[in-house]
T-cell receptor, first 115, second 113 residues
Framework: DAGVTQSPTHLIKTRGQQVTLRCSPKSGHDTVSWYQQALGQGPQFIFQ???????QRGNFPDRFSGHQFPNYSSELNVNALLLGDSALYLC??????????????FGAGSRLTVL | QQQVKQSPQSLIVQKGGISIINCAYE??????FPWYQQFPGKGPALLIA?????SEKKEGRFTISFNKSAKQFSLHIMDSQPGDSATYFC????????????FGAGTILRVKS
């Protein structure tokens, strides 16, 4: 059973460019959350998608946007990249059911470097 | 009020010893407190979690102690092993869709053999 799959694993962009990161959730999961993890820091919540809609959002600017597809996979888009956007971007999936809604399964992340 | 403060930043423990990592929170609305383990190049993996209606939860060598009045919780790793060397994060969340986790800054644990 594949866990959470993220692509690409590494990428390098320059300031002002746009990037799209992709995530396939664990089989049976219907909810996708995205986190940003700066070097040496804990992950920070960006937003969460359920039923193809953004359900919750953290303190990130509108340059960060996302999408969830009917097959529950998700994309994270970041526009007008800044140096400070360099980080590991983690996707986490879960099942919004009666039990275990809090249990997240994380992917290995996409390492974004902005030059 | 949304912060979770974690200490220590790093920890070195001898094999067989007890590793203790502490976290403190301010928001009394938090109702779910997980600990995650992260190895280099991997995403965080859920280790153990607790809700505020219990004061302790044990799973194998891992124990969470929870003090609601002090707004603190801690992870104890008994009989620490070199394979436990990783970064540990405490976290907290609120409510029905509690996936919006607020993480601590992490503790780098090294177990010396």
């Amino acid at each position: 059973d594949a866990g959470v799959t993220q692509s690409p694993t590494h990428l390098i962009k320059t300031r002002g460019q746009q990037v799209t990161l992709r995530c396939s959730p664990k089989s049976g999961h219907d909810t996708v959350s995205w986190y940003q993890q700066a070097l040496g820091q804990g992950p920070q919540f960006i937003f969460q998608y359920y039923e193809e809609e953004e359900r919750q959002r953290g303190n990130f600017p509108d340059r960060f946007s996302g999408h969830q597809f009917p097959n529950y996979s998700s994309e994270l888009n970041v526009n007008a990249l800044l140096l400070g956007d360099s980080a590991l971007y983690l996707c986490a999936s879960s099942f919004t059911g009666l039990i275990g809604a809090n249990v997240l399964t994380f992917g290995a992340g996409s390492r974004l470097t902005v030059l | 009020q949304q912060q979770v403060k974690q200490s220590p930043q790093s920890l070195i423990v001898q094999k067989g010893g007890i590793s203790i990592i502490n976290c403190a929170y301010e928001n009394t609305a938090f109702d779910y407190f997980p600990w995650y383990q992260q190895f280099p190049g991997k995403g965080p993996a859920l280790l153990i979690a607790i809700r505020p209606d219990v004061s302790e939860k044990k799973e194998g060598r891992f124990t969470i102690s929870f003090n609601k009045s002090a707004k603190q919780f801690s992870l104890h790793i008994m009989d620490s092993q070199p394979g436990d060397s990783a970064t540990y994060f405490c976290a907290a969340s609120i409510g029905e869709y509690g996936n919006k986790l607020v993480f601590g800054a992490g503790t780098i644990l090294r177990v010396k053999s």
